[in-house]
């Protein structure tokens, strides 16, 4: 029963719908290249897997970001899927109930994900629960959040992990009960194994719009972890995090290949953005990202106020979707549609990255001690800047 | 005479003139907010300039990016113009005549920019000389590296600079005689009084493709200085430098409003991504960026190798122009001509930068001291990178 289906007509399903649908193939070619750096190969995907998609009412679709053939080293391809998705029931439902139809939807979408052969799966921000961060409200919503050792979500995805060999990234509100039952901004890896390999918590937090999300939890302290994983080394960039380029630098400072990015946000906020961000993130650092963004827009019992001069009101805006993956030589896939539910597949050698590092030397013209010394310097409070006045 | 006049027929003028030409109104105006942030305002361009531009044959565009009215500050209003150009005659002429020719070209452009009430011009990187790094021949170009003191193109510009009321950026190839003779790629600020301000080096030198530029300068050593002029804080990040987001920040850092970057750049090596760094670096650092290239393609007399594998030849590709202007608040221009030379105004309200911190929140929640302790820990030569495995 999906009840939250109140998608508005207006909504464009994607930009990149519209200029294939319009723009005559010779100039779309030249527009595909300079906008996303040239149009990807499609994914072969198993029909099986096309079939049940089908059933299931998610968008499904698949791209190749390939690398040269090397002389030492074999290709190193691996698949990364992404899964976007709308909440399934009334944020008034009972919260187990929420969580258990969230579980059910996106079951059907990872069993597809293995059906694809997909190595690295990761799902969206908070994705077994509303975005509720936006009502400030801790009651009932601060009961969702759960372990990130061995919460109900991360068992649940464990399953899967083993069932599909496949590491899974699961971002949740995490409740530290070891720290004094505080509350953070999780993203858990669970290995092919099944086994939980760590976290990694969301750096930077938004007090912007609707996001005021340090009411539930300040900022992380788990720094730039990489995990090291049989598909490459990954590390997590959560929401917000992607609006700070430092913060991607420094996963790419710790060897990351590919930095996923669960999101949670609204057109109205963020949307000129999100093409952006992530893909610069991947150009400078010579790495994969992988963005990813719910979809949907969700309303809530009572109303809350967004600090805009504007009435009270009781839904904040749509999800707009739009999950996309960029290579680090800069080429993306085409994003996700903004209103439906879906799962991207991108197949990627990850041999691209050390390539393109040695083709542009993003890395090594990049001068890091002059930046060490320099921002050891600006934190300062009497720091003085270098202005020149006439 | 303009001999170089050899864009071919191939070339598409600009993706946004694309867009326009095939999407009807209401997709192109969400194809416009979502890939732009929405679609700005055209400039009253005095009619004199108008003529003038046609005249000359170059492209004369003009946008406003506005800001909210506030209670306590006056807008700060400004205009900024960004010239992009080829060069005008072919690189075997005596040097010194095809300086010339682009310093009379460049004249006309910048009395439109006067008539257009410009209060900053900025010209592309090393305006009044072929891009001849490309070659790595130092005879007989190092002949024209000059004074960023009183060299002649400084000269040159130091009228139109009084004339107009207005600070003019000049990117030039620079000859240090006080450091024995170096050469350094430098952008000299002229003050609006006619004197110069101070100069600004290159700080991230490529060596990638054609541009071994290492073989004429090294990086620069000017740090990231800003340059406060009447018409606010200004600094320059010059072209290979959009690379590297860690540079963008520091300029933002010691308090830059409008960063300019002055390029070289050709469609095989970075088009896909020059829309995206520019316009990353002004939403990540709350400023106004301008990024600017030159147009049109050079030959030279002697061929030269790559190091890709292909055949020695004679031109290195096309410069690309798409020249643009981008907020605070990621809104940006459409981009100049990719093919033609072409003027580009816009008017921004400097209080748009404080407004978006505000809004954003994006430099309070930067956490630079996290970064200072970890840029410091991530330099040393026996730094372990918190990679965790199973």
Not at 44 to 50: D, H, R, T
Not at 77 to 101: M, S
Not at 355 to 362: N, P, R, V
Request: charge should be negative.
């Amino acid at each position: 029963m999906i009840v939250v289906d109140d998608i508005a007509e207006m909504e464009i399903v994607s930009v990149d719908a519209i200029l294939e649908k319009y723009i005559p193939e010779h100039e779309l070619k030249e527009v595909q290249r300079i906008l996303y750096g040239g149009k990807l190969e499609k994914l072969n995907i198993p029909s099986a897997a096309e079939e049940l998609a089908e059933e299931k009412k998610f968008e499904l679709a698949g791209y190749v970001i390939d690398a040269a053939p090397e002389n030492i080293r074999p290709p190193r391809i691996v698949r990364i899927g992404a899964i976007q998705n709308q909440i399934v029931l009334p944020t008034t439902a009972p919260l187990v109930e929420q969580r258990d139809a969230i579980y059910k939807r996106i079951e059907s979408m990872i069993e597809a994900a293995g059906m694809c052969g997909v190595n690295i799966l990761c799902l969206q921000e908070a994705w077994p629960v509303p975005f509720f961060f936006c009502t400030r409200e801790k009651d009932p919503w601060c009961q969702l959040a759960e372990s990130a050792e061995d919460g109900p979500s991360v068992k649940f995805l464990q399953n899967f992990a083993i069932r599909y060999n496949m590491v899974i990234i699961c971002s949740i509100l995490e409740r530290d009960e070891i720290h004094g039952d505080t509350l953070a901004n999780t993203a858990v890896v669970i290995s092919n194994s099944g086994k939980v390999l760590g976290k990694s918590r969301k750096n930077h937090i938004p007090r912007s719009g609707d996001f005021n999300e340090s009411t539930y939890y300040l900022e992380g302290d788990t720094g730039h972890r990489v995990f090291q994983t049989q598909f490459g080394k990954i590390a997590i960039n959560i929401c917000y995090g992607r609006h700070h380029p430092q913060n991607w630098m420094m996963y790419g400072i710790n060897g990351a290949e590919i930095v996923f990015n669960p999101s949670a946000t609204v057109s109205g906020l963020s949307e000129p953005l999100w093409s952006i961000e992530a893909r610069n993130a991947a150009i400078a650092n010579s790495y994969f990202t992988c963005a990813i963004n719910r979809v949907g827009t969700e309303h809530y019992a009572n109303e809350f106020s967004s600090g805009d001069g504007k009435p009270a009101h009781k839904d904040f805006g749509h999800f707009y979707g739009s999950s996309y993956v960029t290579g680090p030589d800069g080429r993306r896939t085409p994003g996700l549609s903004r209103t439906k539910d879906g799962l991207l597949i991108t197949e990627v050698d990850l041999n691209l990255c050390r390539q393109t590092k040695d083709t542009w030397c993003f890395r090594m013209t990049q001068r890091l001690p002059l930046y060490a010394e320099s921002l050891a310097a600006a934190i300062k409070h009497d720091y003085e800047p270098p202005v020149i006045k006439e």
